[in-house]
């Protein structure tokens, strides 16, 4: 059963590790600028919020959520 659970263990993190490549070799089909939103909010050791990302941007958080989400559909949409 242990030798099992490991087996488990190493497939799903080969299985992580192959979406994270797929994600990153995704990534670099998006404008310098779409990447720096997505690396400020999810990839970056300290990640940002929405919010404080608008404010560095001089936009409404609003606004940044409708780039972040058109970013997002684009991002998908290379995933496939």
Known sequence: ELLED???????FILEQEQKERLYRAVVFLLPKE????????????PMTQQALAERY???????????????????????
Request: hydrophobic share 45%; proline share 0%.
């Open 6 to 12: 490991r087996t488990v263990s190493i497939e799903n």
């Open 35 to 46: 990447q720096e939103i997505l690396w400020a909010l999810y990839f970056s050791e300290k």
């Open 58 to 80: 001089g936009i409404s958080g609003a606004a940044m959520n409708k780039r972040l989400k058109k970013i997002l559909e684009k991002l998908f949409k290379f995933l496939g």
